[in-house]
C-alpha cells in the first residue's frame, strides 16, 4: 500500500511532464478556438475583428465540407474492411509452421515503418503512376490501356496506400490474438470433426474479437487525420473527390490563407473525432467486457 508520504512524491514527480503535456495540448487549442472566432486572413491584414459565429456557418454551409465528410468515413470504412480482413488472413497465414517463417514477419510488418510521404511517393512513381509505374507496364503487358489511378480512382488509390501502411499493424495485433489460443481447443475440434472454416467460424473468430475491435479503435482515431498521403498523391483532387475533414482544413487556412475558417474546421474536426472516439470506446468496451 501506498503511504501519502510516497503519493506525494509520485505526483511531485509526474508534475512537470504533466504541466508541460497540458501546455503542449492546451495552447495550440486555445489559440484555434481564439482564431475560430476572429476575422483572419493572410490575403487581407486589414479585415480583423470578432467574427462570431460566422468562419463555423462558413465552414459547415460549405459542400465542399459534406464531400469531406463522406470522404473521411469513406476512407476510414476502407482501410478497416482491408486491414481486418487482410490481417487475419495474414495472421492465420503466419501462424502456421512453414518455411522461413521469420523472414516473412519481417516481410509483412516492414511497410509499417516506411514513413508516409515516403510511401505514398513509392507508389505514386513506382506503382500507380499509368507512364512509368509497375501496374502501368503490366497492362500495357496484357494490351491494356494505362489507368491513371490518381485522376480515375482518386479516394480508392488513397485508401489502398493507407491500407497497405496499416495493414503490420492489425497483423502484428491479430497474430498475436490467434497465438494465444490454447493448442486444445483446436484438437479438441478436430477430434470432434469441425473442419477449417467450422473452426475458423467458432473458435478462431470469437477468440479474436477483442483484438478486432482493439485494431479497429486505434486505426479510426490515426486515420480520422491522414493528410501525407493525400497532399503527396491526389493533392484532395481532382476537385475534392479525395478531399477529407484534415485536407479540407489544410485547403482553407493554408493554401486559402483564411486562418479564421481554417481554425473553425479545425475545431469541427476535433469535435467530429472526439464523438467517433467516445462511441467507439463505449462499443470496445461492451465487447472487452463481454
Known sequence: MATR??????????????IVLLIWMAVPLAMTLWFSFQNYSLINPML???????NYAYVIGDPSFTQALVNTLILVG????????GGTFLALLLDQPIWG???LRILVISPFFVMPPVAALIWKNGFMHPGYGMLGHLWKAFGLQPVDWFNQ??????????????????????????????????????????????????????????????VILIQTIFLLGIFAEIRVT????????????????????ILSNDIGAGSAGGVV?????????????RAVGKNLDA
Do not use: C, K
Open 5 to 18: 508520504q510516497t503519493r506525494i512524491l509520485a505526483r511531485t514527480m509526474m508534475a512537470p511532464a504533466v
Open 48 to 54: 480583423t475583428g470578432f467574427a462570431g459565429w460566422a
Open 78 to 85: 476502407g482501410v478497416l474492411l482491408i486491414t481486418i480482413i
Open 101 to 103: 517463417q521469420g523472414i
Open 153 to 214: 480512382y482518386p479516394l480508392f488509390s488513397v485508401i489502398v496506400i493507407v491500407a497497405w501502411q496499416w495493414l503490420p499493424f492489425a497483423t502484428l495485433i491479430l497474430l498475436t490474438a490467434l497465438q494465444s489460443l490454447s493448442e486444445e481447443q483446436r484438437e479438441a475440434a478436430e477430434m470432434d470433426g469441425a473442419n477449417a472454416v467450422n473452426r475458423f467460424r467458432f473458435i478462431i473468430l470469437p477468440h479474436m474479437a477483442r483484438a478486432i475491435t482493439i
Open 234 to 253: 491526389t493533392g484532395g483532387g481532382p476537385g475534392y473527390a479525395s478531399t477529407n475533414i484534415a485536407f479540407l482544413v489544410f485547403r482553407t487556412g
Open 269 to 281: 474536426a476535433v469535435i467530429i473525432a472526439n464523438i467517433v472516439a467516445i462511441f467507439l470506446m
